[in-house]
């Protein structure tokens, strides 16, 4: 009964332990995770500036994992260099190192103030409160946690079980290795396992040598959630958190060669006053570190052996983003140029599957939008990856105007892919599945705007190649007349609901998203045309009348009812 009890004491506070962890990181991602994330972006530049970087975002997420998986956010997009993102992680260990001998420096007095200004902060309005609120409430449950930690393993000094599996762990050392990673990889934190190991070393039972090969384990176990985590992410993520996982693995087999060659750890404390687990630790992330740090680009590219780049379809790869012509921005912006309009290409596509799905009622054609979209949103973001290298270079402020205005208009191209997958496409499915009838009337204006819509894409890609001023001028007042359109839709088919139309009574929810995902779409194709008309000055911020007009009668107002502008 009283080792059930123990069990039981021990599991709670391990619980409370990895409860705190995680409401520090996701209060602290509540706070400040925009600015985190901007930090680790920015701060990687530099070898040493990468390495600050992860320690910094991990002291204060408190959790490297959190750190890769953030650091593997990054390398997806390429915004993060293979060799940068493995010296991101080496600083993170390093920080989860740092911040187990902080928590580890009997500040229990600090618990009740943490949670206290935590119960309050966590009041406030704003999300900087909220999440500081939060933050502060786990570290004030972390505190707590590894004072009930140790009292729970207060009987566990004079216990024959525990010397028992102690002896057979000392004689048993990969055995004890794979143990200290199973305790890490189940609690998804190298820090909470270190903290569990340093407690069981307390009771002075642990020879120097096994608390290594502990920590050892812990380190090694707790690189593998990342690489769980990211293992249906793209090749570039996932060869950041296996490096990280190499990184440590080859680390700890190194140190183990070590201390077998070197004979037994001195008996005692190595650092006074610290656990012989958290000065372990914080050496062996030290260590790492500087010796990782020359061979980092070796441990790229071994992860990149291991991982390779997925095949890509022909039709899914860009085809005039020449990396040699980089280094000449007007032919650079050409070749991106011709990459949206190609991207425009997909997008006419899919609104006329579209519209011909809506037309021949097959919702099995829609299956072609799916894979147009896809193949929308990897070349929109190739083109941005490109020019973005190319911001990064000597250009002159035209030609960074013109590079900013393609990847405006390549997002809003993802954006109308999207619209068209998500709403028109799931919109004509859904008729076709459900047998909705239009009136004829609604159905000619539905068809219209589909109609209209098309036109508008392909005069935005002739402004987008051409810039010429008066056809940005049109597409500019053929919006405004979208909107009308859609207003005035919207009115004749509530005239018909007030006349008791059958079809229109059966159709009006998918009748109404249907105009107003088309007038989206327009909103973003417009769109091609605003760089070009600001440059020339013609353009105006606001639609709103100066206030000294007197206000005009409330557009499209009928019978009472306003409808939307």
């Known amino acids: 009964m009283e080792a059930m009890l123990v069990t039981l004491n021990l599991c709670g506070a391990i619980a409370l332990l990895l409860f705190g962890l995680s409401q520090i990181k996701s209060g602290i991602v509540e706070a400040f995770g925009a600015g985190l994330k901007s930090y680790l972006a920015g701060g990687t530049r530099t070898g040493p500036r990468a390495i600050v970087s992860g320690f910094g975002v991990t002291l204060a997420l408190q959790s490297s994992t959190a750190t890769a998986l953030l650091a593997a956010s990054f390398a997806e997009r390429r915004l993060l260099d293979p060799v940068k993102g493995q010296l991101v992680m080496l600083g993170a260990n390093l920080g989860t190192a740092v911040t187990a001998v902080i928590v580890s420096l009997h500040l229990g007095w600090i618990s009740p103030l943490a949670l206290c200004a935590g119960l309050v902060a966590g009041r406030g309005s704003t999300p900087l409160r909220r999440g500081g609120g939060r933050a502060l409430t786990g570290l004030g449950l972390l505190l707590l946690s590894l ?58 039972g642990l020879p120097p040598g096994l608390v290594l090969v502990l920590v050892l384990g812990a380190n090694v176990g707790g690189a593998v959630p990342a690489v769980v985590a990211s293992l249906g992410s793209s090749p570039e993520a996932r060869r950041l958190t296996l490096g990280n996982l190499l990184a440590r693995g080859g680390g700890a087999a190194v140190a183990l060669l070590a201390v077998q060659a070197a004979g037994p750890l001195p008996a005692g404390g190595l650092v006074p006053g610290l656990p012989d687990a958290l000065a372990l630790h914080l050496a062996f992330n030290a260590a790492l570190l500087l010796a990782a740090w020359p061979l980092s680009g070796a441990i790229a590219a071994m992860a990149a052996r291991i991982v390779p780049d997925a095949p890509r379809p022909p039709e899914e790869r860009p085809l005039y983003l020449a990396e040699d012509l980089l280094g000449s921005p007007v032919m650079a912006l050409a070749g991106a140029t011709r990459e949206v309009l190609r991207i425009g290409d997909l997008a006419e596509r899919m609104l006329a599957v579209t519209m011909e799905s809506l037309r021949r009622r097959d919702p099995a054609r829609l299956e072609e939008v799916r894979v147009l979209e896809k193949r929308i949103d990897h070349l929109q973001q190739e083109v941005k990856l490109y020019l973005a290298r190319l911001l990064g270079r000597g250009m002159s402020d035209a030609e960074s105007r013109r590079a900013i205005a393609i990847i405006d208009y390549a997002i809003n191209l993802e954006h109308v892919g999207d619209i068209i997958e998500k709403g028109l496409a799931a919109l004509v499915a859904k008729r076709a599945r459900e047998s909705v009838h239009f009136s004829e009337d609604g159905y000619g204006e539905i068809m219209a705007l589909f109609t209209l819509t098309i036109d508008n894409l392909r005069s935005a890609q002739t402004v987008f190649s051409t810039g010429d001023l008066e056809l940005a001028r049109q597409m500019v007042e053929t919006k405004v007349e979208v909107r009308r359109l859609e207003r005035s839709s919207a009115e004749r088919h509530i005239d018909r609901l007030r006349a008791g139309q059958r079809e229109s009574l059966e159709s009006s929810s998918l009748h109404l998203d249907l105009l107003r995902d088309l007038k989206r779409v327009n909103a973003h194709i417009a769109s091609v045309a605003h760089p070009i008309l600001d440059e020339r000055g013609v353009l105006v911020e606001s639609r709103l009348r100066p206030a000294t007009q007197p206000d005009p009668a409330p557009p499209g107002r009928r019978d009472g009812l306003a409808q939307p502008g």
């Not at 004079?158 to 990889?185: M, N, P, R, T, Y």
Request: hydrophobic share 65%.
């Open 147 to 204: 004072e009930l930690l140790d009292l729970a393993g207060a009987p566990l000094r004079s216990s024959a079980a525990l010397g028992a599996f102690i002896a057979l762990l000392d004689s048993a050392w990969i055995v004890a290795l794979c143990f200290g990673g199973l305790l890490a990889f189940l609690s998804s934190s190298s820090l909470a396992a270190v903290m569990m190991i340093a407690s069981i070393s307390a009771t002075g």
